[in-house]
């Protein structure tokens, strides 16, 4: 995956992850031009498109639009599975997820997505352990301190 | 300084605003509150305001002021400073940055952290984003924890190791050990970053793909994954619809695809597997149909059977059938893949293919369009053409220039019959005229030139075709050309095809009048009317003082082309009158240039006619220069074989045999033993030897140089005379007519003379006139030899004759040493 764009019925950007390095010149322009294409498409066309040398996967829930673009040789099913498997993942952590979650909780939306996707491929095919990594990532940030590699605590 | 606001907070701050203006000051201004709080160096808020610095970004607003308060954050000792931080990397420093380097310590330090989710975010960071410096710098931490049994930073390391790879190719190596183990997981996590981690080592480097496959039998291992993942009872972690973790087993099957290509052993090896698969996965949802296609796509990659591929590719047939227009439009992707590899198995497909031409999705139609094109050939052309014609009056405009182009081309290899192919491209001019190529009009005309008996009916169509409108562009062209070469036709009412129309030449000088005069018309089209009621002016009686006129007006226009074009007419009314008729007259028939050899057009032309033939042009011109080399090839190979009918074949491959022994060392030609080609092929019109220099009419060049024929055998009645010909055109070809007759009393039925030369020589049999050599010498079987002698060196020949006679069979063999030297030399 190259990247993945999440964005409202109104063309808002909430989400923008990007796996290959690239001005950000050309990610806003790239992002416009995108945005226009997929807000374009009517709904009974199919989920897929090609878009300059991508294949550019997407699919919408309520009020959102998931766009992930590919290359050539991925298999655009598979990357349908991808984008439902993180609404799920998003869905199960925020209990019945909306796009206000993701806009108040962007932070949120991304560390579950790193929990979940790494450099644009799966990293975990399980819901379940994807979810327990970011509770428990969570308790974490309750912890005042970290120990470091040194193992000496630093305490204030 | 009070608190700086919360995220939150300043979110639903800045959604409050009504305008793009309102939201702008909103952000100033805390942007010069985050600022000063950077310079400040706070380190309790400064996550906080990192934070919801990155909210601002998204917007669109610039960021860069936070970027070294990322690096801070991420030396912090707080994982919630750490996490913000690293997002902030990601999201900030990619590796155009300046500061990106100064990243690398950090994360160096990170990746050893005792706390594995501080290593998580490393992992993540440098997998995500790492510059190829940083991945140098780092690739031994990552290639440290590559073999941790920690699972949770395992799979990370893995695709950490991707991205250095990516970035590093050189790097790849070092990686190597590591992946000894990494399959016997039970990790799905892991399971999964593993076979992405080998599939790019695999991808990228040809003898790593050798190591995996002899050394570490990968594919073995593989199989039996996928095998469990299929047999294996219900997995609620990896479940998704009653399928066990499918996003695993699309990547086995795609290394797999990797593994069996160009390789026999590794593709048997998965065969089982593949069937498996393909007939057991449940395709209600979408995810079973994901694996599907990855296996299809497997299967058509590597060398596997063919029973597999016909499976693979009716499984395509039937995602053309599903309701979900995602599967379709896979379907058709793939299809379009394999049409040149499968065309038979395809073509089973062909009017569900069709029928995708009438979905509503543009994607989808696109590929139906071009794989229809792809299916095209002579004996559905016909049907085809009728849904393709139907889907260019029908379709979006951006399709309609490729779909005409694509029905003139098809139309030009498979057109079933002259009228039909002049009624299909009036079809398509009259249709989608105005998106026609400009190249289509010059091999439009050329077309219509060549047929000639269709001219009357063509230009009566075209002329048909303007009179209501007449601003597509490429159909004025062809019509007015037409009318100027052909408008004497349409005036005497000639056409036979259809109710010729009453037209008169005034009418006719009006039509194109009215082209010249029109907005519409571009410089190109009146150049062409202009030209074409020019030509008329041979061809019509009664209007010549009116085309005069016109002619005489255009001499002051204001397109130079118009003008100068109309200036050279006027003076050929004027000066050079006696010229005009013979300037103005009929073209000729153009010289074609075929794309296809003649043999294809024989094999796919599926009627009767003969229309290939007749665009060839006589044989008088001139000929082709690489003649040396055609006729080596027509001595040496096999291609014209098709054209040339047989002798029996079974005798010739027998007899060849018991030849060979007898020979030794002499090279050896028999008749062809090729597959029986068409009868109707008449003797005369074999192509190929129009191309060596010597025409079919008196082959006889040099008998005046009379070189003295021989008679090469002459025995129990039976003798064979030889006489020569040498090439004009190729020294090194000698041409042979063989005559053989019969003394005796009785017939000599079945014959069948065979010639064997030595190896320097090659030899060429023509086919014999017949098979009986009739009795009393009241008739001979004649049959060319072709003898291509490059070496110059002295002709010798063996010959074997086999003929029935008196009942019995006869055979004899015997050697020709006298040829003459003029025959050879």
């Given at each position: 995956?190259?990247?993945?764009?999440?964005?409202?019925?109104?063309?808002?950007?909430?989400?923008?992850?990007w796996?290959?390095?690239?001005?950000?010149?050309?990610?806003?322009?790239?992002?416009?031009?995108?945005?226009?294409?997929?807000?374009?498409?009517?709904?009974?066309?199919?989920?897929?498109l090609?878009?300059?040398?991508?294949?550019?996967?997407?699919?919408?829930?309520?009020?959102l639009?998931?766009?992930c673009?590919?290359?050539?040789?991925?298999?655009e099913?598979?990357?349908?599975?991808?984008?439902?498997?993180?609404?799920?993942?998003?869905?199960?952590?925020?209990?019945?997820?909306?796009?206000?979650?993701?806009?108040?909780?962007?932070?949120?939306?991304?560390?579950?997505?790193?929990?979940?996707?790494?450099?644009g491929?799966?990293?975990?095919?399980?819901?379940?352990?994807?979810?327990?990594?970011?509770?428990?990532?969570?308790l974490?940030?309750?912890?005042?301190?970290?120990?470091?590699?040194?193992?000496?605590?630093?305490?204030? | 300084?009070?608190?700086?606001?919360?995220?939150?907070?300043?979110?639903?701050?800045?959604?409050?605003?009504?305008?793009?203006?309102?939201?702008?000051e909103?952000?100033?201004?805390?942007?010069?509150?985050?600022?000063?709080?950077?310079?400040?160096?706070?380190?309790?808020?400064?996550?906080?305001?990192?934070?919801?610095?990155?909210?601002?970004?998204?917007?669109?607003?610039?960021?860069?002021?936070?970027?070294?308060?990322?690096?801070?954050?991420?030396?912090?000792?707080?994982?919630?400073?750490?996490?913000?931080?690293?997002l902030?990397?990601?999201?900030?420093?990619?590796?155009r940055?300046?500061?990106?380097?100064?990243?690398?310590?950090?994360?160096?330090n990170?990746?050893?952290?005792?706390?594995?989710?501080?290593?998580?975010?490393?992992?993540?960071?440098?997998?995500?984003?790492?510059?190829s410096?940083?991945?140098?710098?780092?690739?031994?931490?990552?290639?440290?924890?590559?073999?941790?049994?920690?699972?949770?930073?395992?799979?990370?390391?893995?695709?950490?190791?991707?991205?250095?790879?990516?970035?590093?190719?050189?790097?790849?190596?070092?990686f190597?050990?590591?992946?000894?183990?990494?399959?016997?997981?039970?990790?799905?996590?892991?399971?999964?970053?593993?076979?992405?981690?080998?599939?790019?080592?695999?991808?990228?480097?040809?003898?790593?793909?050798?190591?995996?496959?002899?050394?570490?039998k990968?594919?073995?291992?593989?199989?039996?994954?996928?095998?469990?993942?299929?047999?294996?009872?219900?997995?609620?972690?990896?479940?998704?619809?009653?399928?066990?973790?499918?996003?695993?087993q699309?990547?086995?099957?795609?290394?797999?695809?990797?593994?069996?290509?160009?390789?026999?052993?590794?593709?048997?090896?998965?065969?089982?597997?593949?069937?498996?698969?393909?007939?057991?996965?449940?395709?209600?949802?979408?995810?079973?149909?994901a694996?599907?296609?990855e296996?299809?796509?497997?299967?058509?990659d590597?060398?596997?059977?063919?029973?597999?591929?016909?499976?693979?590719?009716?499984?395509?047939?039937r995602?053309?059938?599903?309701?979900?227009?995602?599967?379709?439009?896979?379907?058709?992707?793939?299809?379009?893949?394999?049409?040149?590899?499968?065309?038979?198995?395809?073509?089973?497909?062909?009017s569900?293919?069709?029928?995708?031409?009438?979905?509503?999705?543009?994607?989808?139609?696109?590929?139906?369009m071009?794989?229809?094109?792809?299916?095209?050939?002579?004996?559905?052309?016909?049907?085809?053409?009728?849904?393709?014609?139907?889907?260019?009056?029908?379709?979006?405009?951006?399709?309609?220039?490729?779909?005409?182009s694509?029905?003139?081309?098809?139309?030009?290899k498979?057109?079933?019959?002259?009228?039909?192919?002049?009624?299909?491209i009036?079809?398509v001019?009259?249709t989608?005229?105005?998106?026609?190529?400009?190249?289509?009009v010059p091999?439009?005309?050329?077309?219509?030139?060549?047929?000639?008996?269709?001219?009357?009916?063509?230009?009566?169509?075209?002329?048909?075709?303007?009179?209501g409108?007449y601003?597509?562009?490429?159909?004025?062209?062809v019509?007015?050309?037409?009318?100027?070469?052909?408008?004497?036709?349409?005036v005497?009412?000639?056409?036979?095809?259809?109710?010729?129309?009453?037209?008169?030449?005034?009418?006719?000088?009006?039509?194109?009048?009215?082209?010249?005069?029109?907005?519409?018309?571009?410089?190109?089209?009146?150049?062409?009317?202009?030209?074409?009621?020019?030509?008329?002016?041979?061809?019509?009686?009664c209007?010549?003082?009116?085309?005069?006129?016109?002619?005489?007006?255009?001499?002051?226009?204001?397109?130079?082309?118009?003008?100068?074009?109309?200036?050279?007419?006027?003076?050929?009314?004027?000066?050079?009158?006696?010229m005009?008729?013979?300037?103005?007259?009929?073209?000729?028939?153009?010289?074609?240039?075929?794309?296809?050899?003649?043999?294809?057009?024989?094999?796919?032309?599926?009627?009767?006619?003969?229309?290939p033939?007749?665009?060839?042009?006589p044989?008088?011109?001139?000929?082709?220069?690489?003649?040396?080399?055609?006729?080596?090839?027509?001595?040496?190979?096999?291609?014209?074989?098709?054209?040339?009918?047989?002798?029996?074949?079974?005798k010739?491959?027998?007899?060849g045999?018991?030849?060979?022994?007898?020979?030794?060392?002499?090279?050896?030609?028999?008749?062809?033993?090729?597959?029986?080609?068409?009868?109707?092929?008449?003797?005369?019109?074999?192509?190929?030897?129009?191309?060596?220099?010597?025409?079919?009419?008196?082959?006889f060049?040099?008998?005046?140089?009379?070189?003295?024929s021989?008679?090469?055998?002459?025995?129990?009645?039976?003798?064979?005379?030889?006489?020569?010909?040498?090439?004009?055109?190729?020294?090194?070809?000698?041409?042979?007519t063989?005559?053989?007759?019969?003394?005796?009393?009785?017939?000599m039925?079945?014959?069948?003379?065979?010639?064997?030369?030595?190896?320097t020589?090659?030899?060429?049999?023509?086919?014999?006139?017949?098979?009986i050599?009739?009795?009393?010498?009241?008739?001979?079987?004649?049959?060319?030899?072709?003898?291509?002698?490059?070496?110059?060196?002295?002709?010798?020949?063996?010959?074997?004759?086999?003929?029935?006679?008196?009942?019995?069979?006869?055979?004899?063999?015997?050697?020709?040493?006298?040829?003459?030297?003029?025959?050879?030399?």
């Open positions: 995956m190259q990247f993945m764009l999440l964005f409202s019925r109104q063309g808002k950007l909430r989400l923008q992850k796996y290959v390095p690239l001005s950000d010149k050309e990610k806003k322009k790239i992002t416009r031009e995108l945005v226009q294409t997929v807000l374009a498409r009517k709904p009974k066309m199919c989920s897929f090609e878009w300059r040398d991508l294949k550019i996967v997407y699919k919408r829930y309520a009020s639009y998931f766009c673009a590919i290359e050539d040789q991925d298999n099913l598979i990357t349908l599975e991808i984008i439902h498997r993180y609404v799920e993942l998003l869905d199960k952590y925020f209990g019945s997820v909306c796009e206000l979650d993701i806009i108040f909780n962007f932070e949120k939306a991304y560390f579950i997505l790193d929990e979940f996707l790494l450099g491929e799966v990293q975990e095919t399980s819901k379940k352990n994807v979810l327990k990594a970011i509770e428990q990532a969570d974490l940030q309750e912890v005042r301190y970290l120990f470091s590699s040194l193992g000496t605590s630093m305490l204030s | 300084m009070p608190a700086p606001i919360r995220l939150r907070e300043l979110i639903r701050t800045i959604r409050t605003a009504r305008t793009q203006a309102e939201e702008r909103m952000i100033q201004k805390e942007c010069a509150a985050i600022r000063s709080s950077f310079r400040e160096e706070d380190n309790t808020y400064r996550c906080r305001n990192v934070a919801k610095l990155l909210y601002m970004h998204m917007l669109g607003y610039p960021a860069h002021f936070g970027q070294l308060e990322c690096l801070k954050l991420i030396a912090s000792q707080k994982f919630t400073d750490k996490r913000i931080g690293y902030g990397a990601m999201l900030l420093l990619d590796e940055q300046d500061v990106h380097l100064l990243m690398t310590n950090c994360i160096k990170d990746l050893n952290h005792s706390t594995q989710f501080v290593q998580g975010l490393a992992l993540c960071t440098l997998g995500c984003m790492g510059s410096e940083m991945c140098r710098d780092l690739a031994g931490e990552v290639e440290k924890l590559l073999k941790t049994s920690n699972s949770y930073l395992r799979k990370k390391a893995a695709l950490c190791a991707v991205h250095v790879i990516r970035k590093v190719p050189e790097l790849m190596e070092m190597l050990p590591a992946t000894k183990n990494l399959l016997n997981e039970k990790n799905h996590g892991v399971l999964h970053t593993s076979v992405v981690l080998l599939t790019e080592m695999c991808e990228r480097s040809p003898d790593m793909l050798a190591h995996f496959r002899k050394n570490e990968l594919v073995p291992q593989l199989v039996r994954i996928l095998k469990n993942l299929i047999m294996s009872g219900y997995s609620p972690e990896h479940d998704v619809s009653g399928i066990s973790d499918p996003f695993l699309v990547r086995i099957l795609r290394l797999l695809r990797i593994l069996g290509r160009n390789d026999d052993d590794s593709s048997e090896a998965m065969n089982d597997i593949l069937a498996q698969v393909a007939t057991n996965t449940e395709t209600s949802k979408n995810v079973g149909n694996i599907l296609y296996t299809v796509l497997t299967i058509m590597i060398k596997s059977e063919s029973g597999l591929r016909v499976l693979a590719i009716n499984i395509l047939g995602f053309l059938l599903n309701n979900d227009k995602n599967i379709r439009y896979v379907a058709l992707t793939s299809l379009l893949k394999t049409v040149q590899t499968d065309h038979n198995a395809v073509q089973r497909h062909r569900t293919i069709v029928d995708c031409l009438k979905d509503l999705d543009v994607s989808i139609k696109r590929r139906a071009e794989l229809s094109f792809a299916l095209v050939n002579g004996n559905n052309i016909r049907g085809m053409m009728k849904e393709l014609l139907y889907f260019l009056d029908s379709c979006e405009p951006e399709f309609k220039a490729d779909c005409a694509g029905i003139f081309l098809a139309a030009e498979y057109a079933p019959s002259k009228r039909w192919h002049i009624d299909t009036m079809r001019l009259t989608a005229g105005s998106y026609v190529r400009d190249d289509a091999n439009l005309i050329q077309l219509i030139t060549n047929s000639v008996e269709m001219h009357a009916y063509t230009v009566q169509r075209l002329y048909k075709a303007i009179l409108d601003s597509q562009q490429p159909l004025v062209q019509a007015a050309w037409c009318i100027g070469e052909y408008g004497d036709l349409l005497s009412g000639q056409c036979e095809e259809e109710e010729p129309i009453q037209v008169t030449e005034d009418e006719v000088l009006d039509i194109l009048e009215s082209v010249l005069i029109s907005n519409m018309s571009t410089s190109v089209t009146r150049g062409y009317a202009l030209t074409a009621i020019m030509k008329l002016s041979t061809r019509f009686t209007t010549v003082n009116r085309i005069k006129k016109v002619v005489s007006i255009y001499g002051s226009s204001i397109d130079v082309e118009l003008q100068q074009r109309a200036v050279e007419y006027n003076a050929l009314f004027k000066k050079y009158d006696h005009r008729s013979a300037l103005l007259e009929r073209m000729p028939v153009m010289e074609k240039v075929t794309t296809n050899g003649p043999t294809e057009i024989v094999q796919t032309n599926g009627e009767t006619e003969p229309a033939l007749e665009t060839k042009p044989p008088s011109g001139p000929q082709p220069t690489s003649q040396a080399n055609d006729l080596l090839d027509l001595l040496g190979g096999n291609d014209i074989t098709p054209v040339i009918p047989t002798a029996p074949t079974s010739p491959s027998s007899a045999g018991e030849l060979l022994d007898l020979l030794g060392d002499i090279n050896l030609t028999g008749a062809p033993a090729a597959a029986p080609a068409p009868a109707s092929v008449p003797q005369i019109s074999q192509p190929p030897f129009l191309l060596d220099g010597l025409s079919s009419q008196p082959l060049n040099d008998i005046a140089a009379g070189i003295p021989i008679t090469a055998y002459s025995k129990n009645g039976l003798k064979i005379e030889f006489t020569f010909e040498r090439s004009n055109t190729n020294p090194s070809v000698t041409v042979i063989i005559q053989a007759s019969n003394s005796t009393e009785l017939d039925t079945d014959f069948v003379f065979q010639a064997a030369v030595p190896k020589f090659q030899l060429q049999l023509l086919s014999p006139s017949s098979s050599v009739p009795a009393f010498n009241t008739g001979t079987i004649t049959q060319v030899i072709k003898v291509l002698n490059p070496q110059k060196q002295q002709l010798r020949m063996r010959i074997k004759l086999t003929y029935n006679h008196k009942g019995s069979a006869m055979q004899d063999l015997a050697e020709v040493n006298n040829f003459p030297p003029q025959s050879w030399q």
